[in-house]
């Protein structure tokens, strides 16, 4: 036996061959099918362009070389396809497209992608890091619409709530028609998970961060009354006690250490014509005579001159 070489049978090379072949010649033929769909994706007949979208759509991540083509159709396309566009980039870049997002989809086409996301953050930790990108998208009308399903969400979820108060980091914003300011508020209010999270957000070094929580914060302590009028619940004794205890004396004290102004603008912007203007004036009063450190005393000045 030694001396003989051992032999494989014909019919076991065949099948390996062939599976060999088959296996090469599969990446081979998508390849050439995605070529022959870019191509037909510049063609002007607009029929044309929208059946390459749908055949591309078709392959899925397989035609991940139409990537780049697909979303410069959905940036700049001449025959109404930017909808049609945006659905075939989400099929052949699922854990991308979100960073390419901008206006262009449209309205609808970007409601319905954020909407089935949300539908699917609970259980799916795919779906809801798609949406935390896209609270962090450039785009102004990106991150809005995003926002808005994720405020959706069960306001007892506190990575629901982490990435909203990390989502207001962009710019400030110092009214309530921003869906995180209104998430943040309902989720402050009916329940008990966002409160201390907001707290910590008032020591934030991103002062967007800071002063959408002090908005929410303020207005929870402020229109507490205003807000069980209109939702028809009464908060207990002891979550009153917690505004009124920790709550507002937390809000206060980030005042007088926080030393950056737009800080204490939108402080004084949140207190200035709601309930607690009057307790925020005669509290700083009393902080300003109290106050042995210069520096914090001139800070709580500073801010007690903004609610006149």
Known sequence: MSGRRATVPRAAWLAVCGALLVASAAPAANWLEVRL?????????????RRALSDLYSLGPKAAAAIEPVAQTVKNDGCGL????????????????????DRNPGIMALTSVFAGLAGRA???PKAFAALERALRNP?????????????VLDPENEASIKVLISSLGREIHD??????????????????????LLLRALESHDVSIKAGAVWVLVFLVAERRSIER???VALSARDQSILDA???????????????????????????????????????????????????????????????
């Open 230 to 232: 209109e939702t028809g």
């Open 246 to 308: 920790e709550i507002w004396p937390a809000i206060l004290e980030r005042i007088r250490a926080d030393p950056d102004p737009r800080f204490h603008d939108a402080f004084a912007e949140a207190v200035r014509g709601s309930d607690s203007q009057e307790r925020a004036k005669r509290d700083l009063s009393r902080m300003i005579k109290n106050e042995e450190d210069k520096k914090a005393a001139e800070r709580l000045q500073s801010t007690f001159n903004l609610l006149w």
């Open 122 to 124: 609970q259980r799916d």
């Open 175 to 196: 009214d309530f028609s921003w869906p995180p300011i209104r998430y943040l508020l309902r989720a402050a209010f009916f329940g008990r998970a966002a409160r201390p």
């Open 139 to 151: 785009d102004f009308f990106v991150r809005l619409y995003a926002a808005k399903e994720v405020s």
């Open 37 to 49: 769909l870019l191509h037909r994706l510049a063609d002007p007949d607009c029929g044309v362009r």
């Open 82 to 101: 930017r909808e049609d566009a945006f659905g075939t980039l989400a099929a052949v870049d699922p854990d991308g497209f979100i960073d390419r997002l």
